[in-house]
């Protein structure tokens, strides 16, 4: 299994709150990335990063920031958190294959965000 | 743009049913192809992949063959057990330099005794 883990794994929090969800790998993957996951939605893409202090926003970025000061750490932020933003939230990691981009991607066990 | 299309689910079946989850796509040039399956309670995890038309990949007694003619990646097992019980996940990856897969909505598989 690849050595992902994501803390905490339950939280719940009350609107206006600041959040703060940590990915860590042990594998020194370069590409990480967080998602959310919605009944009907399926997975959809938050913010990715393509190496330290690299990232960049996905389709459902508002209202989430992220940063990445280390290979092994990304962290995801709800600067003001919504009920709109209760959902699971997971992280991936993806090695990659020079220029062919990347492959197969690796999942942590995922965060569940309940917000009141 | 890439994008995935799966059949909705949920797919109900009995233990030892034949299943196929259907999937097709579309996307330029040569993707590589994935399913990933959901247990309940964790992440994603690699099922398959298939990286060139006619490939196979296969994995448990999953089955998947890349066709390029229908741009399909239909998901089959001819037996499946309860413990197949899961959502799974059909994906691409577009070829060339690409960093952000593109997933399906994934499909409920519920499994009876």
């Known amino acids: 299994d690849a050595g992902i883990t994501q803390s905490p794994r339950h939280k719940v929090t009350e609107t206006g709150t600041p959040v703060t969800l940590r990915c860590h790998q042990t594998?020194?993957?370069?590409?990480m990335y967080w998602y959310r996951q919605d009944p009907g939605h399926g997975l959809r893409l938050i913010h990715y990063?393509?190496?330290?202090?690299?990232?960049d926003k996905g389709e459902v970025s508002d209202g989430y920031s992220v940063s990445r000061s280390k290979t092994e750490d990304f962290l995801l932020t709800l600067e003001s958190a919504t009920s709109s933003q209760t959902s699971v939230y997971f992280c991936?990691?993806?090695?990659?294959?020079?220029?062919?981009?990347?492959?197969?991607?690796?999942f942590g066990p995922g965060t569940r965000l309940l917000v009141l | 743009g890439n994008s995935v299309t799966q059949m909705e689910g949920p797919v109900t079946l009995s233990e030892e049913a034949f299943l196929t989850i259907n999937c097709t796509y579309t996307?330029?040039?040569?993707?590589?192809l994935f399913w990933y399956v959901q247990y309940p309670g964790e992440g994603l995890q690699l099922l398959l992949k298939a990286t060139k038309a006619d490939d196979k990949g296969s994995n448990k007694g999953f089955e998947a063959t890349y066709r390029k003619e229908t741009t399909s990646f239909h998901l089959e097992k001819g037996s499946v057990q309860v413990s197949d019980s899961a959502v799974y996940f059909c994906a691409l990856k577009g070829s060339g330099g690409s960093y952000i897969p593109t997933f399906g909505r994934g499909t409920s598989l519920i499994v009876h005794p």
């Open positions: 996307a330029t040039g040569y993707p590589s």
């Open positions: 991936a990691i993806s090695q990659e294959l020079g220029l062919a981009g990347v492959e197969t991607q690796y």
């Open positions: 594998e020194n993957h370069r590409y």
């Open positions: 990063s393509y190496g330290v202090k690299d990232t």
